[in-house]
């Protein structure tokens, strides 16, 4: 499959550090090519590595994640322009769950591409086909979610879901991730400045 994985790392040079000890390894091993760009903050990181991208496809990957083996051979079976993993959490060197598909919150159905109208359920690690992205203008600055934001562009430009349940992204979950600092009425009006950006209802 003709696909990059690009990691995207910002702030501290620790975090460069440790996307040099799990998440480039992990993408090595898969055999595909991988780029990494370190920047000020995670948009320009991100976007500084999808530059990097001449592939058809792309993986972006979190510093402090892994893809584990078989992913893109998983992701090949597939049709979709996005094409969503399952997604197994660890604390330390241990697993919370087995492979999961990630739904809408409050959602108890399999969650399709409509769904993303009301919130996210793609992780950043989603395989993408690189034009896609770049169409729907990259990466943009959110506090939280901001791969939902992609993702919407993405579906709002004419793209295809589907989810891969086989191809597994290893979320590592640390109380003090970015993600998680963000609580309350941040993530709130984060949601909700996500939504007006993007024209959807506003909760």
Same mark, same amino acid.
Request: hydrophobic content about 45%.
């Given at each position: 499959?003709? $696909?990059? $994985? #690009? $990691?995207? +790392?910002?702030?501290?040079? %620790?975090?460069?550090?440790? #996307?040099?000890?799990?998440?480039?390894?992990?993408?090595?091993?898969?055999?595909?090519?991988?780029?990494?760009? &370190?920047?000020?903050?995670?948009?320009?990181?991100?976007?500084?590595?999808? #530059?990097?991208?001449?592939?058809?496809?792309?993986?972006?990957?979190?510093?402090?994640?892994?893809?584990?083996?078989?992913?893109?051979?998983?992701?090949?079976?597939? +049709?979709?322009?996005?094409?969503?993993?399952?997604?197994?959490? $660890?604390?330390?060197?241990? #697993?919370? =769950?087995?492979? +999961?598909?990630? =739904?809408? %919150?409050? &959602?108890? &159905?399999?969650?399709?591409?409509?769904?993303?109208?009301?919130?996210?359920?793609?992780?950043?690690?989603?395989?993408?086909? +690189?034009?896609?992205?770049?169409?729907?203008?990259? /990466?943009?600055?959110?506090?939280? %979610?901001?791969? /939902?934001?992609?993702?919407?562009?993405?579906?709002?430009?004419?793209?295809?879901?589907?989810?891969?349940?086989?191809?597994?992204?290893?979320?590592?979950?640390?109380?003090? %991730?970015?993600?998680?600092?963000?609580?309350?009425?941040?993530?709130?009006?984060?949601?909700?400045?996500?939504?007006?950006? =993007?024209?959807?209802?506003?909760?």
């Amino acid at each position: 499959m003709d $696909v990059t $994985v #690009a $990691v995207g +790392t910002f702030g501290a040079q %620790s975090w460069a550090d440790l #996307a040099r000890q799990r998440a480039i390894p992990s993408a090595q091993a898969l055999g595909v090519p991988v780029v990494h760009h &370190h920047a000020d903050t995670l948009h320009d990181a991100r976007n500084g590595a999808l #530059a990097q991208v001449d592939t058809e496809w792309v993986i972006h990957l979190d510093a402090d994640d892994e893809l584990e083996a078989g992913y893109v051979e998983a992701m090949a079976t597939g +049709t979709a322009d996005v094409r969503a993993p399952a997604v197994r959490y $660890v604390r330390g060197a241990r #697993a919370l =769950n087995s492979p +999961t598909m990630p =739904n809408v %919150s409050g &959602h108890s &159905h399999a969650c399709e591409a409509a769904c993303l109208e009301w919130g996210n359920w793609l992780v950043v690690g989603a395989l993408v086909r +690189t034009e896609l992205v770049r169409q729907a203008g990259g /990466w943009r600055d959110f506090p939280w %979610s901001e791969d /939902w934001d992609l993702w919407v562009r993405c579906w709002q430009a004419g793209g295809t879901f589907e989810s891969i349940p086989a191809a597994i992204y290893r979320a590592h979950v640390r109380p003090k %991730s970015r993600n998680r600092a963000v609580r309350g009425a941040a993530r709130l009006e984060a949601h909700r400045a996500i939504a007006r950006a =993007n024209g959807l209802p506003i909760p």
